[in-house]
């Protein structure tokens, strides 16, 4: 897909009616006499929803999969999400509208193992059947220590969203934040890896909670301190000169890489460039850190350039 590069991004919201927990309309028969819910009940009675709503939450900034011409964000065509439908049984729901729907329907596929009542319901992008969630409701999510290039964009599944409600209608937020290279010069890339210095974590292992709607992510004991960006289905010929420098999306979790990175970038002629920076980079959730355009070499050989520094800024 061929995209203009994106400077500012926005982001709309989609209102949905009725947050009740629904079949066909509101659950009545599940009211006690005295007029109060009770808890194991609609619990109950939620878990037979097999059809959510879903768009994304307005944060003044883009969420999702892929950006387009317009600054728009979509729903690809069979999209997978988890769904925690007030259990922690995880189940499997996919989109079932068509690429470039901003909001939709995800209807169900299949559940995990089943689990003990929740009081809300929880949702996570991307399905993952090793993402599970406990009954405080803390997430237990891998994210993505390989993810794959698009355009002008983070690639498909590794932008991490969740999304809580008391009914069907599900609001996504991001997770996490994007760190954006703007590289230009000689060669094909084939492949990024972002490796943090002072063993900050940045991907594998990691737990979401919920402060009110919004996500907070943090790194396990197992997660590791590098992230690849994969580009060898279809290496990426970046820019001559500057002013067409091209962008390269990592998508990491909130953090602060207080003592800086090394970037191996490897060609597709087997051309290898390393840069190592000590600047300080915060990534903040739902942010952009954009790093100013640098030229490398990709086309044969090894460079290596240390205490290089970077510049950028988040927005």
Not at 3 to 24: D, N, P, Q, W, Y
Not at 48 to 57: G, L, P
Request: hydrophobic share 35%; aromatic share 10%; net charge negative.
């Amino acid at each position: 897909m061929n995209m203009k590069r994106i400077h500012i991004l926005l982001i709309g919201a989609v209102a949905f009616i009725g947050l009740s927990c629904t079949k066909e309309g509101p659950v009545t028969d599940i009211v006690p006499e005295n007029g109060g819910e009770n808890p194991e009940q609609v619990a109950t009675a939620c878990r037979d929803i097999k059809v959510f709503y879903a768009s994304f939450a307005s944060e003044g900034a883009e969420t999702k999969v892929y950006l387009d011409e317009n600054s728009k964000i979509h729903w690809n065509a069979g999209d997978r999400i988890s769904i925690f439908n007030r259990n922690t049984a995880n189940g499997q729901y996919a989109f079932a509208g068509s690429d470039g729907d901003r909001s939709g329907s995800f209807t169900f596929i299949n559940n995990g193992v089943s689990g003990s009542n929740l009081s809300r319901v929880y949702a996570v992008y991307p399905y993952k059947s090793s993402t599970s969630i406990t009954t405080a409701g803390v997430i237990n999510f891998d994210l993505p220590a390989t993810q794959t290039y698009l355009p002008n964009s983070f690639g498909l599944g590794a932008n991490t969203m969740v999304a809580v409600s008391d009914g069907q209608a599900l609001y996504f937020k991001n997770a996490c934040g994007y760190l954006v290279l703007n590289m230009y010069g000689v060669g094909q890339v084939a492949s990024i890896s972002l490796k943090t210095k002072g063993g900050v974590k940045i991907a594998g292992d990691a737990t979401i909670t919920l402060n009110g709607d919004t996500p907070v992510v943090t790194t396990g004991a197992n997660a590791v301190d590098e992230v690849l960006l994969d580009c060898s289905s279809n290496p990426v010929q970046i820019g001559f000169n500057a002013s067409e420098a091209t962008e390269f999306w990592f998508v990491l979790p909130p953090v602060a890489l207080s003592g800086g990175l090394t970037l191996t970038i490897t060609g597709a002629s087997g051309g290898t460039y390393v840069k190592s920076t000590s600047n300080t980079f915060i990534i903040g959730r739902n942010s952009i850190f954009r790093i100013n355009p640098f030229e490398i070499n990709v086309s044969s050989g090894s460079q290596i350039e240390e205490g290089e520094e970077l510049d950028g800024g988040s927005y």
